[in-house]
């Protein structure tokens, strides 16, 4: 019977305890055990002092009733338990163990403790229950009172484990229902009646107070566990991130600053915090930039997302530098819903900014020159042509815009010959002065960028009109055209430019650009160092242009080129010494082009190597054909040293026709010698080894042709057609040539006078002691088939005039 009804408590209590503690893991029901328990043990002094205390004078007051012995008793096992309890208690508060849970042992030995004193307060009233009919007396009064008072306070103490305070309660409920039910009074019956609802109400209430205590406990063990999670996520974002966070107030002063922060800050964190954040922001930025920004941001009192803010990181302001921050965050508002400020993260973007603006300037600068490269051009072209290009009509200014296109002339002969290195370097020198001309010419007005290789642009708006743009053409010619000191090399250059101007030159900056490339094509095919504008006309020249390049692409193979030979006639004799092969092509449509139609196209185009090949082989197998005192002259071009092939072409040339070296002659201009090569002297010397001789073409029309002189042990000189053209005229032009034929005989060169049209040209430079002439004087440049003849005339020429001079029969050669 006893082992059915501590089984029946047993489950009863686990029941409410369930209830209590619903689906919780245990380990969170040990913690609520454990606080339900100390509520408890807090107030177990109080509870077993004062059940002591009752006790003892309930058996006082029943030292002279009829159960004196009973109560005495019952007193005594009061305070032993009491006693006991205070013990228990004691013992407790010392072997605390910092352990915070209890086990549902431990709170089931709890309960069937406070069961046990329920059962010996229960008992009082049976005790204390009155011999005969109707209750008399104090006592019943005082028990009374006593059992009502101890199932108040009782189940008061107890609030928080409601199986105990059940457990407590109910004997002396059931105690004080048998007095009242034996008692045959209805009156007491209600009172019965009365004592279980109130019991019922007390359990209820402590169900019910249990289950919000332990619903709170549970809520505030999460939400400790939740501030554990997300402080550790927090720390380890601010550890591991390149990110941190920050906290302002309503003001915008900071309240929160992580170390990162402070460290992107370049401050003390404690410095920082209650700062204003804008206060960060760089001082060198102006009012409106993101000063304001960030100020305004605050202001709005909404969220925002990735704002780059510069902040001036650095003790004091004039030595700050600038850094770029991305800051987001949200607003924060308390619990009324106002507005506190502002919590989020922050970025030291700097790094990554100044990487974009690397590549943004590797994508629209030219690494070299530093000039904008093509497509910045086009842009500043565009933005150009919208502003002003368009005519009036179509929102334009109707100021007009113009591009100048620009190459350098004789650039990749520097290149070739001198090597990349100083072509660069010359580059550079080149591009400074395009852009200071520019400048101080134009202005603002003036975009110039490097579109590759030596050629440049200029984008000019508004246009300054047609004058002031030929006024800045020439300027940049001139700039341009000064010698260039590149790594001790003496450097001359030139540039020519060609210009297009919107609106009348174009529909669009594509058609801008592209005519006014036409018009730079057109003046270096006028020769090099000028300036064209576009004309409608041009666009015909570049078409004519473009068919002769493709033509002349297959000259070779059709085998459509032909050499003329020039003869070189004795000054004093009139002997045929010799000719110079000169270049014809025998076009099927165009008839016979001179080679200065030709020439500089090949040299550009590419074809001046193959070309020049073919001459050299042509002219020494024609000569090798010739009696053999005649010479053959050969011309070559810079681009043909360039290739560094040369010699051996040469020796193959003389090879194969069998022409004995010393009859070969190769011109070349000053032009080649400009640059100062090296390569191109050791070529020159090797050529000269070969026993070939060289020739200094063009004399005079150079710079330095005299200093050149002394550079390299020329066989010959030949004076330009142009002094010998003036010299009739200009007595100036006169001595120099005298002075030059003077200094050929010094340095023992042959010197030839080419150009000699007239007889008394012939004798002007026969008594200033030239060696030989070129000229129509004595023969046009001829096919090969007429060169026969020419020299029996010639010979016949002579003969008459020995006749004449009586000195016929010594005259020799043809
Ligand atoms: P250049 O070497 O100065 O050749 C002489 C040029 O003067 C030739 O013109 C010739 O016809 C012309 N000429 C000769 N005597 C007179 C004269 O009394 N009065 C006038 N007004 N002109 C005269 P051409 O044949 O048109 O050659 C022009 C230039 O083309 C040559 O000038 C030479 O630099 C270049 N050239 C010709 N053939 C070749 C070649 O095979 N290779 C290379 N690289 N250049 C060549
Ligand atoms: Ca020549
Ligand atoms: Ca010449």
């Known amino acids: 019977m006893r082992i059915v009804a501590s089984t029946l408590i047993q489950r009863g209590l686990t029941a409410l305890l369930d209830r209590v503690l619903p689906d919780l893991p245990e380990a969170m029901a040990g913690r609520v055990r454990f606080e339900q328990v100390q509520s408890i043990l807090r107030?177990?002094?109080?509870?077993?002092?004062?059940?002591?205390?009752?006790?003892?004078?309930?058996?006082?007051?029943?030292?002279?009733?009829?159960?004196?012995?009973?109560?005495?008793?019952?007193?005594?096992?009061?305070?032993?338990?009491?006693?006991?309890?205070?013990?228990?208690?004691?013992?407790?508060?010392?072997?605390?163990?910092?352990?915070?849970?209890?086990?549902?042992?431990?709170?089931?030995?709890?309960?069937?403790?406070?069961?046990?004193?329920?059962?010996?307060?229960?008992?009082?009233?049976?005790?204390?229950?009155?011999?005969?009919?109707?209750?008399?007396?104090?006592?019943?009064?005082?028990?009374?009172?006593?059992?009502?008072?101890?199932?108040?306070?009782?189940?008061?103490?107890?609030l928080t484990l409601p199986a105990a305070a059940i457990a407590y309660s109910t004997p002396m409920v059931l105690g004080s229902l048998y007095v009242l039910a034996t008692s045959n009074d209805p009156i007491l019956y209600a009172l019965g009646?009365?004592?279980?609802?109130?019991?019922?109400?007390?359990?209820?209430?402590?169900?019910?107070?249990?289950?919000?205590?332990?619903?709170?406990?549970?809520?505030?063990?999460?939400?400790?566990?939740?501030?554990?999670?997300?402080?550790?996520?927090?720390?380890?974002?601010?550890?591991?991130?390149?990110?941190?966070?920050?906290?302002?107030?309503?003001?915008?002063?900071?309240?929160?600053?992580?170390?990162r922060m402070a460290a992107a800050a370049g401050a003390d964190k404690e410095a920082l915090i209650g700062r204003p954040m804008s206060d960060l922001c760089g001082a060198a930025e102006a009012p409106a930039g993101p000063v304001a920004a960030?100020?305004?941001?605050?202001?709005?009192?909404?969220?925002?997302?990735?704002?780059?803010?510069?902040?001036?990181?650095?003790?004091?302001?004039?030595?700050?530098?600038?850094?770029?921050?991305?800051?987001?965050?949200?607003?924060?508002?308390?619990?009324?819903g106002d507005f506190i400020g502002f919590r989020g993260v922050g970025a030291d973007i700097t790094q990554a900014r100044e990487d974009q603006a690397r590549i943004s300037r590797l994508a629209h600068y030219d690494v070299l020159t530093q000039l904008p490269n093509r497509l910045s051009f086009l842009q500043a072209?565009?933005?150009?042509?919208?502003?002003?290009?368009?005519?009036?009509?179509?929102?334009?200014?109707?100021?007009?815009?113009?591009?100048?296109?620009?190459?350098?002339?004789?650039?990749?002969?520097?290149?070739?010959?001198?090597?990349?290195?100083?072509?660069?370097?010359?580059?550079?020198q080149a591009s400074a002065r395009l852009r200071d001309c520019v400048a101080e010419h134009m202005g603002h007005g003036g975009f110039v960028a490097r579109l590759g290789g030596d050629e440049f642009a200029v984008v000019i708006a508004p246009s300054p009109g047609h004058e002031a743009l030929g006024a800045l053409a020439q300027a940049i010619v001139a700039a341009l055209s000064r010698p260039y000191d590149v790594r001790g090399?003496?450097?001359?250059?030139?540039?020519?430019?060609?210009?297009?101007?919107?609106?009348?030159?174009?529909?669009?900056?594509?058609?801008?650009?592209?005519?006014?490339?036409?018009?730079?094509?057109?003046?270096?095919?006028?020769?090099?160092?000028?300036?064209?504008?576009?004309?409608?006309?041009?666009?015909?020249?570049?078409?004519?242009?473009?068919?002769?390049?493709?033509?002349?692409?297959?000259?070779?193979?059709?085998?459509?080129?032909?050499?003329?030979?020039?003869?070189?006639?004795?000054?004093?004799?009139?002997e045929t010494t010799g000719f110079e092969a000169l270049l014809r092509w025998q076009h099927p449509r165009r008839g016979l082009v001179p080679p200065s139609d030709f020439i500089e196209c090949a040299e550009q185009w590419g074809l001046i190597g193959a070309i020049g090949e073919w001459v050299l082989y042509e002219a020494c197998r024609t000569a090798a054909t010739w009696p053999s005192h005649l010479t053959v002259?050969?011309?070559?071009?810079?681009?043909?040293?360039?290739?560094?092939?040369?010699?051996?072409?040469?020796?193959?040339?003389?090879?194969?026709?069998?022409?004995?070296?010393?009859?070969?002659?190769?011109?070349?201009?000053?032009?080649?010698?400009?640059?100062?090569?090296?390569?191109?002297?050791?070529?020159?010397?090797?050529?000269?080894?070969?026993?070939?001789?060289?020739?200094?073409?063009?004399?005079?029309?150079?710079?330095?042709?005299?200093?050149?002189?002394?550079?390299?042990?020329?066989?010959?000189?030949?004076?330009?057609?142009?002094?010998?053209?003036?010299?009739?005229?200009?007595?100036a032009i006169a001595d120099i040539l005298r002075t030059i034929a003077l200094l050929g005989q010094t340095l023992n060169l042959e010197v030839t006078a080419e150009g000699v049209e007239t007889a008394a040209q012939a004798r002007l430079l026969a008594d200033m002691r030239c060696d030989t002439f070129q000229g129509f004087l004595y023969g046009r440049p001829m096919p090969v088939g007429d060169i026969p003849s020419f020299l029996v005339s010639n010979l016949a020429r002579r003969m008459r005039r020995g006749v004449e001079d009586d000195g016929a029969e010594e005259a020799v050669g043809y």
């Not at 078409?543 to 004795?570: C, N, T, V, Y």
Request: hydrophobic share 50%.
């Open 489 to 574: 090399h003496n450097v001359l250059i030139g540039a020519s430019i060609g210009i297009a101007v919107a609106p009348m030159d174009a529909d669009d900056p594509d058609g801008l650009l592209k005519h006014a490339d036409l018009a730079l094509y057109r003046a270096k095919g006028d020769g090099r160092g000028a300036y064209r504008f576009f004309e409608t006309a041009m666009d015909v020249w570049a078409q004519e242009r473009r068919e002769l390049e493709l033509d002349l692409r297959d000259a070779l193979a059709k085998a459509e080129l032909k050499l003329f030979f020039q003869p070189l006639i004795g000054a004093h004799e009139n």
């Open 43 to 158: 107030m177990t002094p109080v509870m077993m002092g004062a059940n002591i205390v009752i006790a003892l004078l309930v058996g006082l007051a029943g030292l002279n009733s009829p159960h004196t012995v009973a109560l005495t008793i019952w007193a005594a096992l009061v305070v032993s338990y009491g006693l006991l309890g205070l013990r228990g208690w004691v013992a407790a508060q010392r072997r605390k163990s910092g352990k915070s849970t209890v086990s549902a042992r431990g709170v089931r030995r709890m309960t069937w403790q406070a069961g046990l004193l329920g059962v010996l307060w229960g008992a009082l009233p049976i005790l204390t229950m009155p011999k005969a009919q109707g209750f008399a007396g104090a006592m019943p009064m005082l028990v009374a009172s006593v059992i009502a008072g101890m199932i108040g306070c009782g189940g008061f103490a107890m």
């Open 193 to 259: 009646g009365l004592l279980i609802f109130c019991h019922m109400v007390v359990s209820v209430s402590c169900l019910s107070h249990a289950k919000i205590f332990a619903d709170r406990l549970v809520a505030a063990e999460e939400l400790e566990k939740q501030k554990q999670v997300v402080s550790l996520l927090l720390s380890d974002f601010e550890e591991g991130a390149s990110d941190w966070l920050w906290e302002v107030d309503a003001a915008g002063r900071m309240t929160y600053v992580s170390d």
């Open 381 to 428: 072209l565009g933005k150009a042509w919208t502003e002003h290009g368009r005519p009036k009509s179509h929102s334009g200014t109707g100021a007009g815009c113009a591009v100048l296109c620009l190459d350098l002339d004789h650039f990749k002969g520097v290149n070739d010959s001198l090597g990349h290195p100083i072509g660069d370097d010359l580059l550079i």
């Open 294 to 336: 960030l100020s305004a941001l605050f202001a709005e009192q909404r969220a925002f997302r990735d704002v780059v803010v510069s902040i001036g990181v650095g003790e004091t302001v004039h030595c700050q530098e600038t850094h770029w921050w991305s800051l987001s965050a949200k607003p924060v508002h308390d619990l009324d």
């Open 633 to 731: 002259a050969v011309n070559l071009s810079p681009n043909q040293f360039a290739s560094g092939e040369l010699v051996a072409q040469v020796k193959a040339a003389l090879n194969a026709s069998g022409l004995a070296p010393e009859r070969l002659e190769l011109e070349i201009t000053e032009g080649l010698l400009l640059h100062d090569s090296v390569k191109t002297l050791e070529q020159l010397a090797a050529l000269k080894a070969l026993g070939v001789k060289i020739a200094m073409d063009d004399f005079g029309t150079g710079y330095s042709s005299l200093a050149y002189l002394w550079r390299f042990p020329f066989d010959k000189i030949k004076i330009d057609r142009s002094f010998v053209a003036e010299m009739q005229d200009n007595s």
